[in-house]
């Protein structure tokens, strides 16, 4: 049997025992097929709330990292262009999801731990497949009868901006998909990018980082995710099976120069974020292993030494102070590594250590707020 038919088949196979038959797939400029009375109201609401996420308070608004995310989508489903509008919402969770009128939200925790463009495509295709086909729509008609719709309502009703994340995450939430949705949402968004040659390897690392992390914290933030979605080491697994196939050899583009110049320029708000969710252990997974990337090494070195002050355990001061000493040993060292070098050393006691890094700081930045307190600390010693 030859290779790319055995691939077919066993998509197939998979998407046999999981694929919905209620209703038909979405089509272009669908807004303008709507004939079910159902989904025009759901589409009603869904409009409501889009027009709270454009004006809320934790929206990302920039235009370079709008224009590379919507190119990126347009690329992935070129039929639905237009039809799709992705909203990026300042949040250190790990999520993304898709409503039923074309309206995707991205969490800015999902591009932290992202880390290429072929493991971002991967999450932008899987939720793209749930507006494919059209899975918000089932499970709204089993919704829409219950007191947790009707609290929707209610907050719709507030029509605040700054409640918009709040209400689309009660939608999302009472809406959730399926196991056999998920299943289904993560094959076809596994065609749509090794379509397009990405690392077939992309979705399953997803959840490999994922589990990583989860594991290891003892109040998990992603937890919620797993009460609908397949569990981690299940979709691991079946999407690890499927970048196996021998035809996929060359889908091993990963897109990384594009991703790391659309997302370095943000990435420290959404570390420090990462940080202010004071789960130490998890960040400590996650920085690590974004430190072996081959992008922004000075920007992570800098977030785990900071995770190391801030946690203050046995061991961290000096953690810290070697993450510090990475990044001042770089050439492209920022002052502030210099300072807070300095402050570690000092509180080591290691005093002509630290006046040698309060020497450099201020060398490079003599005009910095905190140069008359950096200067009193080098005269004291």
């Keep these: ?43 009603a609401q869904m409009d409501r709330i889009e027009a ?28 639905l262009c237009a039809d799709l509008r992705l909203y990026v919402m300042r949040s250190a969770s790990f999520n993304a999801f898709m409503t039923p009128s ?22 932008i295709g899987h939720e793209i497949a749930h507006y494919r086909r059209r899975h918000t729509l089932e499970n709204w008609r ?8 009707l609290t ?20 999302v939430n009472l809406a959730s998909f399926s196991r056999e949705q998920e299943r289904e949402a993560d094959v076809l968004g596994f065609q749509s990018i090794v379509k397009l040659d990405y690392a077939a390897q992309a979705p399953s690392a997803i959840w490999r980082n994922v589990l990583a992390e989860e594991r290891l914290n003892p109040k998990p933030f992603l937890s919620g995710l797993f009460a609908s979605h397949p569990a981690p080491p299940e979709r691991e697994r079946y999407l690890q099976e499927m970048a196996l196939a021998p035809e996929l050899e060359r889908a091993k583009n990963r897109g990384i120069a594009p991703f790391a110049k659309a997302v370095l320029p943000h990435r420290q708000t959404w570390l420090d974020d990462e940080l202010a969710r004071r789960a130490y252990r998890q960040s400590e997974v996650l920085f690590a292993r974004l430190a072996k990337l081959d992008y ?46 300095g402050l570690a050393l000092r509180k080591q006691g290691r005093l002509p250590a630290a006046n040698a890094a309060f020497t450099e700081y201020l060398k490079r930045s003599p005009a ?7 200067r009193s600390y080098l005269n004291a010693n």
């Design 142 to 149: 089993k919704a829409k009868n219950t007191s947790g719709w």
């Design 368 to 374: 910095a707020s905190d140069a008359a307190m950096i």
């Design 296 to 341: 922004g090494q000075n920007q992570i070195a800098m977030a785990q030494a900071e995770l190391y002050r801030k946690r203050d355990q046995v061991g961290d001061l000096d953690r810290a102070i070697s993450a510090y000493q990475r990044v001042t040993r770089s050439a492209e060292a920022p002052p502030l590594a210099f300072r807070d070098l």
């Design 52 to 79: 709270l996420l454009k004006d809320a308070p934790e929206r990302v608004s920039n235009p370079e990292l709008q224009a590379y995310l919507d190119e990126l989508k347009c690329r992935i489903a070129p039929d």
């Design 102 to 123: 074309g309206v995707m939200v991205v969490y800015t925790g999902l591009l932290l731990r992202c880390e290429d463009e072929a493991q971002l495509a991967s999450v």
């Design 152 to 171: 929707v309502i209610g907050m719709l009703g507030s029509g605040t901006a700054a409640g918009a994340v709040a209400t689309i995450g009660a939608y």
């Design 1 to 43: 049997m030859r290779p790319l038919f055995c691939f077919a088949l066993s998509l197939a196979l998979l998407l046999g025992g999981c694929a919905s038959t209620k209703v038909q797939d979405v089509t272009t400029n669908h807004r303008e097929q709507l004939q079910d009375d159902d989904e025009a109201g759901l589409w």
